[in-house]
């Protein structure tokens, strides 16, 4: 089959390349290429209202399963709702359009053993050729990053009666405190369908499956919710970037190949979350007036690098939360933040603080001991090499 892109790894970074390539640029034929039997793995993709743009809004609108007006917190010392829309997009929904658009050009149950800026090898050594191959096979590991986790387990549960929700519950902090800063997160799908998730910040990424299973349970039980079901479980652990060497990532493998989602460390530094960053790459990418290989490598990491040095900040406070509180007392820097005007947590969640805002996080009584909030944000080394972008470096 000819291609101009092969996109290699089906999941959400590649798949919405392939949609808005074929929006944007009918003529160029993509070529999708994943692993497992199906496209776009287990997932439920949430992000906030202000992350997108009106426009990218409109250009994702066919896959979004569900959207609210608000959400809400809770912690020990206060709960807060945020009149501040949120949205899902689902496997299932990112599937069928993919599926649509792409036809026989989406070609899961495809393992690819090897790949260079121009050409991909197959497990039965079956070779294709195009002028741009994008990898795009997910999270690439530790590396030269010094990372915490944000790990989780879902469920989706159907009730016996209406749960009595009208919108997310993005953090139920309120819960007993285990391997870090635990909260509970739901979203409700239905009036009897819900999806919670039993998520840690924690140091490592190992998930203790049976524990999260019953800390659902238990939560259930507290919020008056009978189970009748349990319909479906994802799960997940997210990087958390406390600092490290963007450029030695990159360096690391696959020279000349550009790259796509996690792949190319454009997600969320403090969330681990890929999908605006996975609009905007889409976007991008699309709109390039040069398709091949060269250029989209360093539009790629052109962005990765800008990510990268727009998430300053935000690595600063993932080393005072994971560096500076004591694990079980982490909820109180997020208890702290989330009383902070709206449209400043919007622009947090956007990656898109202003100075102001910056000096605004860091204002107020610190939620941690000041000795160690200020070695972790003077010495962001510690624990791993040096942040050559935080020590002034090339970054
Ligand atoms: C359960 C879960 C929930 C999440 N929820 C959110 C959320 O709510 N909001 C948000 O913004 N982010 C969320 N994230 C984080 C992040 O957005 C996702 O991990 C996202 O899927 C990353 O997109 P990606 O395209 O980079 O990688 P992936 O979606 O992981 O896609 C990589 C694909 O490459 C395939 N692949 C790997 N190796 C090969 C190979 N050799 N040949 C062919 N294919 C290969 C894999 O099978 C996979 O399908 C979540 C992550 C998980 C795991």
């Known amino acids: 089959?000819?291609?101009?892109?092969?996109?290699?790894?089906?999941?959400?970074?590649?798949?919405l390349i392939a949609l808005r390539l074929r929006?944007?640029?009918?003529?160029?034929?993509?070529?999708?290429?994943?692993?497992?039997?199906?496209?776009?793995?287990?997932?439920?993709?949430?992000?906030?209202?202000?992350?997108?743009?009106?426009?990218?809004?409109?250009?994702?609108?066919?896959?979004?399963?569900?959207?609210?007006?608000?959400?809400?917190?809770?912690?020990?010392?206060?709960?807060?709702r945020l009149e501040?829309?949120?949205?899902?997009?689902?496997?299932?929904?990112?599937?069928?359009?993919?599926?649509?658009?792409?036809?026989?050009?989406?070609?899961?149950g495809i393992e690819v053993a090897g790949l260079s800026e121009s050409e991909v090898v197959l497990r039965d050594g079956t070779r294709f050729r195009a002028s741009a191959v994008i990898d795009g096979r997910g999270d690439p590991g530790r590396g030269p990053l010094d990372l915490g986790f944000q790990k989780f387990l879902g469920q989706v549960l159907v009730?016996?009666?209406?749960?009595?929700?009208?919108?997310p519950i993005l953090m139920d902090a309120t819960v007993p405190q285990a391997d870090g800063f635990r909260f509970l997160y739901t979203l409700p799908f239905g009036d009897r369908r819900l999806l919670v998730e039993d998520t840690r910040y924690s140091d490592t990424?190992?998930?203790?499956?049976?524990?999260?299973?019953?800390?659902?349970?238990?939560?259930?039980?507290t919020q008056g919710w009978h189970v009748r079901a349990v319909e479906g479980e994802e799960e997940g652990s997210l990087p958390i970037i406390l600092s490290g060497d963007i450029e030695a990532l990159w360096d690391a493998s696959g020279p000349g190949v550009p790259r796509s989602g996690m792949r190319a460390a454009l997600f969320h530094p403090t969330t681990g979350y890929s999908l605006?960053?996975?609009?905007?790459?889409?976007?991008?990418?699309?709109?390039?007036?040069?398709?091949?290989?060269?250029?989209?490598?360093?539009?790629?990491r052109g962005r990765s690098r800008e990510a990268w040095r727009r998430g300053r900040f935000f690595r600063l406070l993932n080393r005072m939360l994971y560096r500076a509180a004591e694990p079980e007392r982490r909820y109180r820097v997020l208890e702290h933040f989330y009383r902070l005007p709206e449209p400043l947590v919007g622009r947090f969640y956007a990656g898109r603080l202003t100075w102001r805002d910056k000096i605004r996080v860091l204002s107020g009584r610190p939620p941690v001991p000041v000795g160690r909030a200020i070695v972790a944000l003077l010495a962001p080394g510690m624990r791993a090499r040096p942040d050559v972008s935080e020590t002034g470096g090339r970054t």
């Open 1 to 15: 089959m000819r291609a101009d892109v092969i996109l290699v790894g089906g999941g959400l970074a590649n798949s």
């Open 23 to 80: 929006t944007l640029r009918p003529e160029v034929e993509p070529l999708l290429l994943e692993r497992d039997e199906q496209l776009g793995g287990r997932h439920t993709w949430s992000f906030h209202a202000d992350d997108l743009t009106a426009e990218q809004h409109a250009w994702v609108a066919p896959l979004v399963a569900c959207s609210w007006p608000r959400h809400e917190v809770r912690f020990p010392a206060f709960s807060r």
């Open 84 to 108: 501040r829309g949120y949205l899902s997009i689902t496997s299932d929904r990112l599937r069928a359009v993919v599926g649509e658009a792409l036809g026989a050009r989406a070609r899961p």
């Open 159 to 167: 009730l016996e009666a209406a749960h009595g929700l009208d919108g």
């Open 205 to 221: 990424p190992a998930l203790a499956k049976e524990e999260a299973r019953r800390g659902i349970e238990a939560y259930a039980r």
């Open 276 to 300: 605006p960053e996975a609009v905007r790459l889409a976007d991008a990418i699309a709109t390039s007036a040069d398709l091949r290989s060269p250029a989209l490598y360093a539009l790629t």
